[in-house]
């Protein structure tokens, strides 16, 4: 009941924080947020499942029991964890913490509301991590939308409505293309499922029971399916060309709402890719490696020339997020132990970097009241600290020997030049690898601008180091960084225990 727990221990802090005046708010919420932390570390800590949860592995934390019925097939309470959905759990407690605490000097209105949607959406998030019935899951995954909408409508920037209703159509949408595929494949397996359960329809698919519906055979009915949930989920990782949704909703969002986002929202989409596309359909996954491999690979060098083209540094990082993600879905595709392993390691290590610096691009604009790169200059004099951080994170991104984004990339890159399922590896992993010199030319021109040389900024508020509630999570950050660099194992040995089933098709078992 582990899992149960710290959803109730997020909705009742978050019904707590909602009724709490402003002036207690986010005091209240920070502490709240610690309990889950606590826990869910207490979880990593005494985790005993092995191998992958779809797959008939040992689940950790498992609850089952019967919810309801849908026609003929029974929807079940089912959640629980294994070495791939715990590590995001663990993520999404230390992302919300941080985040929160970070809200403190930005966010002086309707903190009471604010705080208690924040613990709400982590409330939501550990759901889609720990369900293991679709409905269920359906439900944590369209509940997360609820709080980011309203957390961009209402604390966002002067476009901020705009932003908001763009986010919520466009992946609403997207969820609607990828109901219909993922029951497509249930009323194609007939018979051989009696529920909505994940590991139910996984195992069946995998064993070779889906049969015809309607005019489709079983093989086209699986690659549409495919496409149809590729599709939805690209929208929430994104990819190009469906990421226009998230540069926007980045600027307009407030900076905790910006962390939560790039650091957990996003690996909803990439989470589910490998769930449901490349767990569930690895023949079609191999089928249409090809085409995902561009998309990846596109994505990555298309996000970083967009990246390069920016001068606010949050489109920066936002631009830098869709790049980021085109690694992941590259791993993906190699279907080697050390590809999706990587994959899945580059979710937790990107959401700790893009947390870390959209953060850091916060506590420069809580000072500067800018975020545009022309517009400051010598900021490392003014808030040492704060720019050591950026600093930091910057390098993260760029790769940075013994930072956790080295160890995931030298993992996609080490798993996706081996892979034999997809033609070219080789190529594609080449052309993936230059990204990184793009980023680092973005990365590079950004600090050299905004935090070198004098100091050069027209305002008419006072530059003043960065408050210790502003620093804390910050420096956290860093250190979960360089930890998770020096030693991947903590997070990627379990990963790899859970994934090894899924990469059957790559060979080298």
């Avoid at 070495?83 to 209105?109: F, R």
């Avoid at 002067?158 to 249930?186: D, E, H």
């Avoid at 052309?431 to 980023?439: S, T, Y």
């Avoid at 003043?464 to 997070?491: K, M, R, S, Y």
Wanted: charged share 10%; proline share 5%.
């Amino acid at each position: 009941m582990y899992v149960e727990a710290l959803i109730a221990l997020c909705l009742v802090g978050a019904a707590a924080v909602f009724v709490a005046p402003n002036r207690f708010a986010k005091k209240l919420a920070f502490g709240v947020s610690l309990v889950p932390l606590v826990v869910s570390l207490y979880m990593y800590a005494a985790f005993d499942g092995s191998g992958n949860a779809l797959l008939g592995g040992d689940i950790a934390y498992e609850t089952f029991f019967q919810w309801l019925e849908l026609g003929p097939y029974a929807v079940n309470y089912h959640m629980g964890l294994d070495g791939i959905s715990l590590p995001l759990v663990v993520l999404s407690t230390v992302l919300t913490s941080a985040a929160i605490l970070s809200a403190w000097t930005p966010i002086d209105e309707r903190q009471s509301q604010f705080y208690g949607l924040m613990l709400f959406m982590e409330a939501s998030l550990i759901g889609v991590f720990g369900a293991l019935d679709f409905i269920l899951w359906f439900v944590f995954w369209e509940a997360v939308l609820v709080p980011m909408y309203f957390l961009i409508g209402v604390w966002g920037g002067p476009r901020r409505k705009y932003a908001a209703i763009k986010f919520f159509v466009y992946t609403n949408i997207a969820s609607l293309v990828m109901f219909v595929g993922y029951f497509a494949l249930l009323f194609g397996l007939g018979d051989a499922v009696s529920s909505t359960g994940l590991p139910a329809v996984a195992q069946a698919l995998r064993a070779g029971q889906l049969g015809a519906l309607g005019p489709l055979g079983p093989e086209m009915l699986a690659l549409l399916a495919f496409i149809a949930m590729f599709a939805g989920f690209a929208v929430k990782v994104p990819v190009v060309p469906v990421h226009t949704w998230l540069p926007d909703a980045h600027v307009e969002a407030p900076t905790p709402a910006s962390v939560m986002l790039a650091g957990v929202l996003l690996k909803m989409g990439t989470y589910a890719l490998l769930r449901f596309n490349f767990t569930m359909l690895p023949e079609q996954a191999a089928t249409l490696a090809v085409p995902i491999a561009a998309i990846a690979v596109i994505s990555i060098i298309y996000g970083a020339m967009l990246a390069l083209a920016q001068s606010d540094l949050k489109r920066i990082v936002a631009y830098s997020s869709v790049s980021s993600m085109g690694y992941v879905i590259l791993g993906l595709v190699a279907y080697t132990v050390y590809g999706v392993g990587g994959a899945t390691f580059q979710m937790i290590a990107h959401g700790l970097i893009s947390g870390l610096l959209f953060m850091t691009v916060g506590v420069i604009y809580n000072t500067t009241h800018t975020r545009m790169v022309g517009d400051m200059s010598g900021m490392a004099d003014k808030m040492p600290i704060t720019s050591g951080v950026f600093v930091a994170g910057a390098f993260g991104y760029m790769g940075l020997p013994l930072m956790a984004g080295f160890a995931a990339e030298l993992f996609i890159f080490l798993g996706a030049f081996e892979s034999t399922v997809l033609p070219a590896a080789p190529l594609f992993t080449a052309v993936a690898m230059f990204g990184i010199v793009i980023v680092a030319g973005y990365l590079l021109w950004a600090m050299q601008r905004s935090l070198f040389g004098p100091f050069r900024l027209e305002t008419d508020y006072e530059i003043t180091p960065a408050a210790l509630h502003d620093v804390v999570p910050l420096v956290t950050l860093v250190l979960l960084i360089i930890a998770l660099g020096t030693a991947p194992d903590i997070f990627f040995e379990m990963i790899r225990d859970a994934t090894i089933d899924v990469i059957d098709l790559g060979g080298d078992l």
